[in-house]
């Protein structure tokens, strides 16, 4: 298994550009999530999915959407860049609901100037 | 969630125990404690995770006071590998398996 992979591993942006962050997992996990990290912070939660067709908000979800239209893949959509989206994004999956660990992706960096 | 205090940072010699420390005084019945790692521009990795009685995996043990107000990490034989951001979250079984991170401790493992 491959696990979790995220493309591309850079970006630089410029403002008011779009872009998708692409997050792929081959373990047939049901949950899938994205974060943000922003240099020397935690990962903050963005949004995540229980399922295909289903998403929800998680503690900073302004400026982006998602999609989960399959159990592998879970899009991140940047429609407007600004310069606050600069940071590093995880993606992660996890089976189940029940305690399951989470895991994680290799991270995307993006610098939007 | 309950909040998590760890000291920003510590060394540890190679080849020693690192005890990495974690309150959680406010933390209720069904959170568990759970320990993330996350090395130099890498993903977030699992560790261990439990409840309240001490649990060891090959990576770590953890052990969880009897009042459940702190827990500590241990590495039993720290490598330079282990140099890393290691995070305690505190959540519950069923919370949807959000994951809510704070600023960890940053282990320097020295040779």
């Known amino acids: 298994n491959a696990g979790v992979t995220q493309t591309p591993k850079f970006r630089i942006l410029k403002i008011g550009q779009s872009m998708t962050l692409q997050c792929t997992q081959d373990?047939?996990?049901?949950?899938m999530y994205w974060y943000r990290q922003d240099p020397g912070m935690g990962l903050k939660l963005i949004y995540y999915?229980?399922?295909?067709?289903?998403?929800d908000k998680g503690e900073v979800p302004n400026g982006y959407n998602v999609s989960r239209s399959t159990t592998e893949d879970f899009p991140l959509r940047l429609e407007l860049a600004a310069p606050s989206q600069t940071s590093v994004y995880f993606c992660?999956?996890?089976?189940?609901?029940?305690?399951?660990?989470?895991?994680f992706g290799p991270g995307t960096r993006l610098l939007v100037l | 969630d309950a909040k998590t205090t760890q000291p920003p940072s510590m060394d540890c010699a190679e080849g020693r125990a690192a005890n990495l420390p974690c309150n959680h005084s406010?933390?209720?019945?069904?959170?568990?404690v759970y320990w993330y790692r996350q090395i130099h521009s890498q993903g977030p990795q699992y560790i261990i995770h439990?409840?309240?009685n001490n649990e060891t995996n090959e990576m770590a043990s953890l052990i969880i006071t009897e009042d459940r107000k702190s827990s500590t990490l241990i590495l039993p034989h720290a490598t330079l590998r282990d140099t890393a951001v290691y995070y305690c979250?505190?959540?519950?079984?069923?919370?949807?398996?959000?994951?809510?991170f704070g600023g960890g401790t940053r282990l320097m493992v020295k040779p």
């Open positions: 992660a999956s996890s089976y189940s609901r029940e305690g399951e660990t989470q895991y």
């Open positions: 373990m047939n996990h049901n949950y």
């Open positions: 999915s229980v399922g295909a067709g289903i998403t």
């Open positions: 406010t933390i209720s019945g069904n959170e568990y």
């Open positions: 439990g409840l309240k």
């Open positions: 979250i505190v959540r519950p079984l069923n919370a949807g398996n959000m994951l809510t």
